[in-house]
């Protein structure tokens, strides 16, 4: 079956410290793989995203994450934590481009992101 | 640029009534819409799949008479929830697909929906 599986359900990271997210997957085959957080009451926006080529992605706010195939996994980094970054961050995969599947994501549970001053 | 904007952010009914949601995407065309539903301190649940000018494909569990989906035009898809409830309160989100870039959703700021 296909999943995504962020085991962290909250971190608490004081700011100016690192930050890693993990995000492991069960799929057919090496899909896209999202990173998107969502401040309170709000809508998704996309950090970054991986399809194909380089396994560390760049992606908005400082944020990069690294496919490894190995592991199944597509951990979230962030070498310095801003206030501003507390939200919730979700994990998505989806299907490869030319697939029969309509394009829908499936989403990990979320991690909490609080940040110390 | 890919904005997605929905309307109304929030709104509160009474149970019994019926409350629409609108999708639109501002500055592209978007063949496909989805819709989520997000309970508090829990992940996105895809309930349906909306493909412009062709019925939406619910996920298992998704009554398609209760929420019912439009996609009329290439920038605007609606949700209503019929006969709402309160266990139909919820976090209602949209996101649009391009029809240019297939890989990447962009999603709207969401709609909370309370039904009295």
């Known amino acids: 079956a296909q999943s995504v599986t962020q085991p962290d359900i909250h971190i608490t990271v004081s700011e100016g410290a690192s930050l890693e997210l993990r995000c492991n997957y069960s799929y057919g085959a090496t899909p896209y793989l999202f990173w998107y957080v969502q401040s309170p009451g709000q809508g998704l926006q996309l950090l970054l995203k991986y399809f194909s080529g380089d396994t560390l992605v760049q992606g908005i706010k400082g944020f990069e994450a690294e496919f490894k195939r190995s592991q199944s996994s597509f951990n979230l980094r962030k070498p310095s934590v801003h206030w501003s970054d507390a939200a919730e961050y979700f994990c998505?995969?989806?299907?490869?481009?030319?697939?029969?599947?309509?394009?829908?994501?499936?989403f990990g549970q979320g991690t909490t992101l609080q940040v110390k001053p | 640029g890919a904005v997605v904007s929905q309307h109304p952010s929030r709104v509160i009914c009474k149970s019994g009534t019926s409350v629409k949601i609108e999708c639109r995407s501002l500055d592209f065309q978007a063949t496909t819409m989805f819709w989520y539903r997000q309970f508090p301190k829990k992940s996105l649940m895809l309930m349906a799949t909306?493909?412009?000018?062709?019925?939406?494909?619910?996920e298992q569990g998704v009554e398609k008479d209760k929420f019912l989906i439009n996609h009329a035009s290439l920038t605007l898809s609606t949700l209503t929830v019929t006969s709402a409830h309160p266990e139909d309160s919820s976090f209602y989100i949209c996101?649009?697909?391009?029809?240019?870039?297939?890989?990447?959703?962009?999603f709207g700021p969401g709609t909370r929906l309370t039904v009295l």
């Open positions: 909306s493909n412009e000018g062709s019925k939406a494909t619910y």
């Open positions: 996101s649009a697909r391009m029809s240019t870039r297939a890989d990447t959703q962009y």
């Open positions: 998505a995969v989806g299907p490869v481009r030319g697939s029969s599947n309509t394009g829908k994501l499936i």
